[in-house]
Nanobody, 125 residues
Framework: QVQLVESGGGLVQAGGSLRLSCAAS????????MGWFRQAPGKERREFVA?????????RYADSVKGRFTISRENAKNTVYLEMNSLQPEDTAVYYC?????????????????WGQGTQVTVSS
């Protein structure tokens, strides 16, 4: 029902910024909680980065990105964003956009129902 496509990844030096976008197809986008996860090189598991509820009044961030990353959404454009500032080499990962069928925020991979194919973010030191 929902197709997610990430974009905006790339190579950036430490201290730089990137803005990721996630375009969602389908008229049901407004019903979904949206999240960003990442999987670092050599890691077997994706980790939670940020999530935003149906209304942008509710957001949640991993401790490692608080104060540096900002998640937002434009429902009229079916798009979710992740603004990443002060990037560090530890942020290097494939970043995935995810959608949850229930309009509440969760942080666990297994609670999300739809996933994009990911976009690579590489931060050089």
């Amino acid at each position: 029902q929902v197709q997610l496509v990430e974009s905006g990844g790339g190579l950036v030096q430490a201290g730089g910024s990137l803005r990721l976008s996630c375009a969602a197809s389908g008229s049901t986008f407004i019903k979904y909680t949206m999240g960003w996860f990442r999987q670092a090189p050599g890691k077997e598991r994706r980790e939670f980065v940020a999530a935003v509820s149906l209304t942008t009044t509710s957001t949640r961030y991993a401790d490692s990105v608080k104060g540096r990353f900002t998640i937002s959404r434009e429902n009229a454009k079916n798009t979710v964003y992740l603004e990443m500032n002060s990037l560090q080499p530890e942020d290097t990962a494939v970043y995935y956009c995810a959608a949850r069928l229930t309009p509440t925020i969760t942080t666990r991979v297994e609670t999300y129902d739809y996933w994009g194919q990911g976009t690579q973010v590489t931060v050089s030191s």
